[in-house]
């Protein structure tokens, strides 16, 4: 997609962190944006600053882990703007502890807004996209989908899913010479709320059976959420990344060249039948 002027920009998760920059950069481009994301004063405050810097933008309060809800916002999308060009499926939380640690309460939190999110978005805006013959899709993965951080299980499982459906769109799309683009965005650590993601964790999938977080545990939190504001990748760089990948049509989105060589070295380990290693995982990405 080439020219972004005058088209449709869908973003979930979009009132906060990368997807907020999402709209920033489309908004720039010219497009019209619609916004939907779970956390209502920040969607709210988002849409104020979009219209403010001029954008013609929509803000639908919307939770991605429900279907009715995502069918909620595609009607008022349609209804404000008629059709859909660019898709970004990026509503996303994490949830820490090992996988022995893990609720099913917490399985279903990160598999349901990272995976069904996914799942729903593409539901009820897929078949507009393919009928109109003209988009572009981009899901947001992350690094996280091409390895297996200990930790991070739930969000491990829910990124890997997200790599393998975006390839299996991409081509499926291709098998059909349609004119809809995917792309998958893969980022290292950026400067966002997403350690921050229980802020949107509902009610009934709260993690009662979980011991409360001891005093180093929560320093150790605030020690990185530091190190994120200080090291990570500004969200507006990713920005920039994603718009350039939709209108150059490229569907891998690495934010960081070192992550093709740990993944090149995690393959050969696979072809070498090498069992998992902690220290491997952890010096491929932490070194
Ligand atoms: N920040 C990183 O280092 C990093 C790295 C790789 C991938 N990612 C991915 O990037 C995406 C965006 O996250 P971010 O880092 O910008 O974090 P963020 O917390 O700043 O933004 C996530 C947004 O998703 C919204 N959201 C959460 N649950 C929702 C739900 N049920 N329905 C609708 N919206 C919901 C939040 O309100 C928030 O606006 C996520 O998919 C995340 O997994 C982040």
Not at 105 to 123: C, E, P, Q, T, Y
Request: glycine share 8%; charged share 20%.
């Amino acid at each position: 997609m080439q020219n972004l002027s005058g088209k449709v920009a869908v973003i979930t998760g979009g009132a906060s962190g990368m997807g907020r920059a999402f709209a920033d950069r489309f908004a720039a481009a010219g497009m019209r944006i619609a916004i939907a994301d779970i956390e209502e004063p920040v969607l709210d405050q988002a849409v104020d600053e979009l219209k403010a810097a001029g954008a013609d933008v929509i803000g639908v309060r919307c939770d991605v882990s429900d279907h009715g809800s995502m069918q909620d916002f595609g009607a008022a999308v349609r209804e404000a703007f008629g059709a859909v060009h660019v898709l970004c499926l990026n509503a996303g939380v994490a949830s820490g502890g090992t996988i022995a640690e893990q609720s099913v309460k917490s399985w279903n939190w990160v598999l349901g807004v990272n995976l069904f999110g996914i799942v729903h978005g593409l539901d009820v805006f897929l078949p507009g996209l393919i009928e109109q013959d003209d988009g572009h899709v981009v899901m947001t993965a992350s690094i996280a989908g091409h390895t297996s951080f200990a930790g991070l299980g739930p969000y491990n499982a829910s990124k890997h899913a997200t790599v393998t459906i975006a390839e299996t769109l991409s081509v499926e799309l291709e098998e059909i010479e349609s004119n809809v683009g995917v792309s998958c965005l893969c980022p290292g650590f950026v400067a966002t709320n997403i350690f921050a993601a229980d802020r949107n964790r509902p009610e009934s999938l709260q993690d009662v059976s979980k011991e409360p977080v001891s005093d180093e545990d929560q320093l150790a939190h605030e020690a990185l959420i530091e190190w994120m504001a200080a090291n990570a990748l500004q969200p507006a760089a990713v920005a920039d990344m994603v718009h350039d990948a939709v209108t150059s049509g490229t569907f891998w989105i690495f934010t960081d060249e070192d992550h093709l060589l740990q993944i090149a070295e995690r393959h050969e380990r696979i072809r070498n039948l090498q069992n998992p290693n902690a220290k491997h995982i952890r010096d491929d990405f932490f070194e």
